[in-house]
């Protein structure tokens, strides 16, 4: 509670874990909320509110958060074989950076076979920014510039074949996005013959609902036999959540903080057409905006700009 006898407001450290309920106030008295994200790492994280009255800074409020409680859905029996934190340092004059060497991007806005409405940039175009990396994480940024919707496609430059894979994600809002996480195949060919690995999609019209699917020659979406299961994370554009797929020869697992919400088997025949997950696949985030899925029901380009967060991805392969 702030009691004042003349008009405040308050100047913040710009941390991304805490957001205020308001930032500024008048005489009497005032009730300001603090709300934070989830801490899942191992240290105690502190704010600072300064108070002013007009030029006059009269008060310093520091608060704090206790250490989380880091939780691991890693299996038994995985190794860590690669990752991306997605700390770097600032660039010059404090901008932010851009994601690191150890991503390509996809350009372009031919649709995406999903007659999706974005146009994929690398990294940027002119003075416009769809991939920053700061306060440890990336954000990728779909924005209306002039007539276009600007946003990001990126890809590991290595790929696995099995492994355990995991993101800590933060999705956008608003009707018309489509955050994805997932994998395809290093020696593409044709689709869905050579196969596709969905970590994690959701669509702005359904929030909250997200999925994981495989598709292939037997099973995809266009014939109606595809292979898909999904749940409902209430706050996963409003919190992070650790999306991860476990590979291996025998089957193809898709979980939300160690909930397991999809099981596809190796039915062991032999047939690319029913298991192509036997080859090399690479990992894939992007924010795409409408087409047939995430615009089903229609966009409101008044969500944008909308940011889809990824405090980190890793790799797991079994010992």
Known sequence: ????????????DNQEWYTLSADRGYTGESAIKIKT????????????????????????FHFSQAKGVLVSYVPQGYS????????????????????????????GDGGWGNHEIQNYVAGFQGTDTCAIVKNGSLKIIAKKVQDKVLSVRMNTNKSWKYGYFEA????????????????????????PDDGEIDIMEEVGYRPGYVSSSIHCKSYYHSIGTQKTGEQYIADCSDDFHIYALEWTESYIKGFVDGKCHFTFNNDNKGDKNTWPFNTLFYLK???????????????????????????YVRVYQKN
């Open 1 to 12: 509670m702030i009691k004042s006898t003349h008009p405040w407001n308050i100047k913040s």
């Open 37 to 60: 994200q989830r801490n899942l790492d191992d240290k105690v994280r502190t704010g600072l509110l300064k108070f002013y009255v007009g030029n006059d800074c009269i008060k310093e």
């Open 80 to 107: 860590l074989v690669w990752n991306d934190e997605f700390n770097q340092e600032a660039a010059a004059g404090g901008k932010p950076s851009l994601p690191s060497s150890e991503w390509w991007y996809e350009k």
């Open 168 to 191: 800590r994600l933060k999705l956008p809002k608003g009707k018309g996005t489509w955050p994805a996480f997932w994998m395809m195949p290093v020696n593409f060919n044709a689709w």
């Open 285 to 311: 985030l992007n924010l795409a905006w409408g087409g047939d899925w995430g615009g089903a029901q229609g966009v409101d380009e008044t969500a944008l700009p909308t940011t889809y967060e990824i405090d």
